[in-house]
T-cell receptor, first 113, second 112 residues
Framework: AQSVTQLGSHVSVSEGALVLLRCNYS??????LFWYVQYPNQGLQLLLK??????LVKGINGFEAEFKKSETSFHLTKPSAHMSDAAEYFC???????????FGAGTRLTVKP | DSGVTQTPKHLITATGQRVTLRCSPR?????VYWYQQSLDQGLQFLIQ???????AKGNILERFSAQQFPDLHSELNLSSLELGDSALYFC???????????FGSGTQLSVL
């Protein structure tokens, strides 16, 4: 079955600094990959999605992720962190035509002023 | 607002009891997922329904069951509740064909 592993349960950055959240996937076939964000007391919201059209995927709120097949990675980045980016971020994987989406354990991002 | 509605928002009950959580997807969303989120287990996939039929099962306990009705709303039934079942239960509906999940705001279950 497909799965994802998020490296680092907590990441802390200063406002204006680069955000890098790491995700590695495991899949026997080309996967769909996702990043979701969860703000306190809310459900998850989709940030971006990879579907093999392009390896660099741009999402909302200035986030982007790059699919690297050789490294089985799909890391999330943002050039300059904002206080409003503080939240929990989840990487997820599903297989084409198989609506079975699996989430990573999540990474809590803290942004310091 | 994702358009996916979950009720109730909060539920407090006692051990041994049974509860039903309800999820109403957006119009046209055939696929519904249930997830459990807790501090120790993270976000765990429980079960998925597609157009009324069970499509995939995750880490769902035998004490838990779900169904999806003809109007596509879904219910998650939790029985013989234990303290460890206290968690946030999310429902999500999938938009096809782009496989984008829309999450409800969750039901916070507290078992005392």
């Amino acid at each position: 079955a497909q799965s994802v592993t998020q490296l680092g349960s907590h990441v802390s950055v200063s406002e204006g600094a680069l955000v890098l959240l790491r995700c590695n996937y495991s899949s026997s076939v080309p996967p769909y990959l996702f990043w979701y964000v969860q703000y306190p007391n809310q459900g998850l919201q989709l940030l971006l999605k990879y579907t093999s059209a392009a390896t660099l995927v741009k999402g909302i709120n200035g986030f982007e992720a790059e699919f690297k097949k050789s490294e089985t990675s799909f890391h999330l980045t943002k050039p300059s962190a904002h206080m409003s980016d503080a939240a929990e971020y989840f990487c997820a994987v599903s297989l084409y035509n198989n609506n079975d989406m699996r989430f990573g354990a999540g990474t809590r991002l803290t942004v310091k002023p | 607002d994702s358009g996916v509605t979950q009720t109730p928002k909060h539920l407090i009950t006692a051990t041994g009891q049974r509860v039903t959580l309800r999820c109403s997807p957006r119009s046209g969303d055939l696929s519904v997922y249930w997830y459990q989120q807790s501090l120790d287990q993270g976000l765990q996939f429980l079960i998925q329904y597609y157009n009324g039929e069970e499509r995939a099962k995750g880490n769902i306990l035998e004490r838990f069951s779900a169904q999806q009705f003809p109007d596509l709303h879904s219910e998650l039934n939790l029985s013989s509740l234990e303290l460890g079942d206290s968690a946030l239960y999310f429902c999500a509906a999938m938009e096809t064909p782009n496989e984008k999940l829309f999450f409800g705001s969750g039901t916070q279950l507290s078992v005392l």
